[in-house]
């Protein structure tokens, strides 16, 4: 096959029609086009279910991992090659159901991967179980009784986690929502994109319609989310909080919380190991002619707190 | 004392928290100063402060000993509640080295000793007519030809104290160095042999080095004044100019670094972390100013995590490994399936300790060999390999990596808790040299297909981040380029072509690699693996001495099984005189034999206790067996 500049792949999209799932392979598509990035130094990995399906519609690296598990698996994947541009891509009840311990530790890191969660509030293909996003009381036409359990607040769980740059956006408005991720794939840091998606077969509550009265943009009511310097954290931090508390009537979308002075943990490795982004373990050399590069005799230097020598102190 | 041989056993007893450890540190390092090889082993609860811990100390003026050994000759008390847990271990000729100032301790009194135990205990000393205190434990051993040494260690410190002008309170915290210096004292051990111990454990805190020598000194003149003579093991014989002293983590860790493991995640848990804090504790690989690269360790929040991310980093080339033990890989198995159909190279070291579930947290056993080889739903190839020994676990480590590339799967590196916390004075030059072996290896570019088998089931490896190359993987069935299909025909060429590779490394894997004969005695055969080899050949030792000549078959390669030379050996001794020896309530290796070959066992030696097969109770297990026609033992030496 050719290189594909325009991050298609010839795998027929097989979501329902109309899902909102179409509006995010596009966004991510748009976005990588528009940055310009070679598909080689790009990994898309996801989780299960229908939006698991995404990494195998976007001509780049593509990782199609377990359920709840897309984070650990790019976590590793960027780790060792820290060069790489590792975006998850991910479904409500994968990264905030059986995946959320992982969400949260990613925050707590701040290692430079974005993640997408394509919340429409149901377990799409396991035909319409409430997922974590779904408010309690809310009874979808898939569901035989209203759900019982409260909803999680993807925007708080992210601030409250460590995200540097935590966003909403609209799966329907791919240009806004390409523009956010494009940002946040700029951003070195971790950062959370929750995407409002309609599901078209199984959410009758949350639709299209329900969306279009309500979403408005954070932008053009002239909020700034940036963090300039460490001195406006705090403040920056519950405004944010506040902001993400705000849904019902009206319904924010935009950039909600971005600091640009946050260390990353790449710099926090590279403070232990300086040359970590020089040579990361995945572009280390660790034979030559099947030789290690480090043999015993290295060792016996490297691990001399190990060593005793007879007859010595 | 035995030690007119050229080896010697101590135990030191004391509770968790109290500087045992430390203690047992400075007396190996003195040894392996003077050119003497030691392989101490330590026992201890799932407990920081206060329960009871203990350690052996074996020291040999001639070799590197292959395992712990009972009966010590020397047990050092720090407390009363280590006489407690120990006397019953002294023979004619045990030195006793106790507090004094604790005889009239009742068991009744010591909290911190489990009802199970002090029951057990209690009703021991109450059958056999001796009072349930120290006293009555001591004369016990006394009895049984035991020698007791009790010192006023109370007194001591308060000599001690006065001498260094601490307060009794600070001085109380050197309490673990009286009964290994009295110990050390009684070996033969000089006042400057030992002060090199202690400042190799103290390295630049020189008032501690300063006190603990000056307290040594206090207890050795004590001795000595008492009319406690020294008797000295023998000079060492050829001595090498150093020694590596390593646990068994520590020799993983090692040989980790040299195989080119560039990448360690983990989640803390027992008795693997230590491996992964090594490895984080030499992360940078500087010698002599150039830079050899770096090794990542990354703290996980959960096992998933742990082998989820070894996963992902082994996609961009890296030789990426998790660490953990028996609860932790059951957390592991759903994404060791997803390895098994990406033909991943990730290897998992797997350090078994007492289950189900919590169970014995801090101790050992055998009974995950299972669990290792079957673990995950669906078929996919897996190598499972097992260690008995730091030498062995040094080479295993490293073919796990070979192995892992070459054949593109997970590789299950089993080990125990008996060998994470065996520490050994290893000669580097019984580290033969390590190969780097890494398999069919693509730079991929346009038209590459991760999953391509048109030449046959290993598809050379292209690295995520190639240049020009994009490469997809999923869990779900996949077709030559890594995108989902559920195609019947596709399914039946890659589904068989995973498996096939197990039967390729089983045809390339010469068999002698993967097991050892020791021995050719024909009495008896034992056959164990892991941790039993120790044991096993220093118990085919003893026998040989009593006219039983044996043999231990040692299975270092679970799967795939050497099975044809394991099945010759079998039929070469028969159902009578092979006997099965496993750390374990029902005997896997028994199970798994018969899998392959269909020998049945019907001799059987086991122990569940958590603690290590010994080698003397495994030879009297065997005597029984082939003597007496018993038909299976149950070992329960070990506090």
New interface residues.
Partial sequence: ???RMDYK?D?WVDWCPGCGDYGILAGIQTALKELNLK???V?V?SG?GCSG?T??FI????????H??A???????K???P??KVIVSGGDGDLLGIGA??L??LGRRNLDITILVHDNQVYGLTKGQASPTLPAGVKTKSLPKPNLQDAINPLLLALSSGYSFVARAYALDIKHLSNIIKQAVQHRGAALIDILQPCITYNDVYTKNWYAKRVYKLEEEGWDPVVKDPSEREDKLAAAVRKALEWGERVPVGILYWDKTKESLEDR?MR??P??TE?P??M????VN???????E??????SD???????? | MANRRNEVTALLGGPQGAGLETAAQVLS?AF????RYVYSYREYYSNIKGRHTYIYVRISSERLPQTAREYPDIIAAIDAESIFHHFTEAREGTIIIYDTSTVNTKINGIVSIEPETRNRISSLLESSGYEKTVKGALQYAEERGAKLIGLDYKLLLKEFAQKTGKSTYRARRYLNTIPMAATGYLLGLTPGELE?GF??RFRGREQIVADNVKLAEIVAGYMREMGFKPSPLPEPTN????????SGN?IVA?AK????L??Q?YYPITPAADESVTLEA???????GE??????V?Q???E???I?????????????STTTSGPGFDLMI??LG?AGINEVPVVVTYYQRGGPSTGLPTRGGQEDLFNALFSGHGLFPKIVLASGDHVEAYEDTIRAFNWAEEYQLPVIHLLDKFLANSIV?LP?NL?P??????GLISTGG??YNRFDKSGGPITPRA??????????????EHNTE???TEDPENRIIMHDYRMRKLELADEQIPEEERYRLYGNGKDFLLVGWGSVKGAALEALKHLDEEGLHGAYLHVRVMQPLPKKAISKILSDYGVDRAILVEASVRPLLGRLIPMWTGFQFERFILKWTGRPIYPLELAGAVSHIIRDGSRSEVLRYGA
Avoid: C
């Fill in positions: 096959m050719a290189l792949t795998v598909p080689w130094e990994v990995v299960i399906k990494p195998h001509y780049a690296n593509g990782v199609h991992t377990l709840g598990r984070i650990p698996f790019a976590t590793g994947i780790l060792a090659n060069h790489l311990g992982h949260v530790a490795i232990r190991i040359t970590y040579k373990p995945a280390q050399a660790i034979e099947g030789k290690p590069v480090v043999d015993i290295k060792i016996l230097k490297i691990y190990y060593v005793v020598e007879v007859g010595r102190r | 390092t392996a100063i003077t050119g090199k400042r190799r001595p090498p100019d150093k020694f590596l002293v390593v520590d090692i670094t040299i195989a080119g560039r990448l995640t030499h992360e940078n690989l500087r010698v002599d830079d050899l690269g770096s090794v990542l990354f996980t929040e959960d998933i995590a742990a989820s991310a070894a996963i992902g980093a082994a996609l961009t080339g890296v030789r990426s759903e994404a997803w004075t580097p580290l040299p390590a190969k780097i072996s890494r346009r038209g690295f995520i981040g190639s240049e020009e190359t994009v490469i997809w993987y999923t869990g779900d890594g995108h989902i």
